[in-house]
């Protein structure tokens, strides 16, 4: 059974660092194209950034290059995501996400992602 758990989420001041955690199991992290999404009180859910199959490629949406990274370990068998130099507007709750493929096509478009975690809130007060 398919099973991610996020952690890490806290309240945190503009500026500071975060790491979040999706801890993965019932299968291999690894083998799989996997991202991170975040949800903003009242909008819709936005894809945050994709890492593909044993890390081959990464891509990240246009808000948070240069400031997140998504990377996993194979060992733990876990996603993180690093967010550095954190804005008010990026308070949300934030999601790991899990496709049933290798390939990390589409994987950006919501449908494409076939399981989710419960997600883990950050809080970043303006």
């Known amino acids: 059974q398919v099973q991610l758990v996020e952690s890490g989420g806290s309240l945190v001041q503009a500026g500071d660092s975060l790491r979040l955690t999706c801890a993965a199991s019932g299968f291999t992290l690894s083998e799989y194209a996997m991202a991170w999404w975040r949800q903003a009180p009242g909008k819709e859910r936005e894809f945050v950034a994709h890492?593909?199959?044993?890390?081959?490629?990464?891509n990240y949406a246009d808000s948070v290059k240069g400031r997140f990274t998504i990377s996993g370990d194979d060992a733990d068998n876990t996603l993180y995501l690093q967010m550095n130099r954190l804005k008010p507007e990026e308070t949300a709750i934030y999601y790991c996400a899990r496709k049933s493929s290798s390939l990390a096509t589409g994987i950006s478009r919501e449908y494409n992602n076939d399981d989710w975690g419960q997600g883990t809130k950050v809080t970043v007060p303006s």
């Open positions: 890492i593909a199959y044993r890390g081959t490629n990464r």
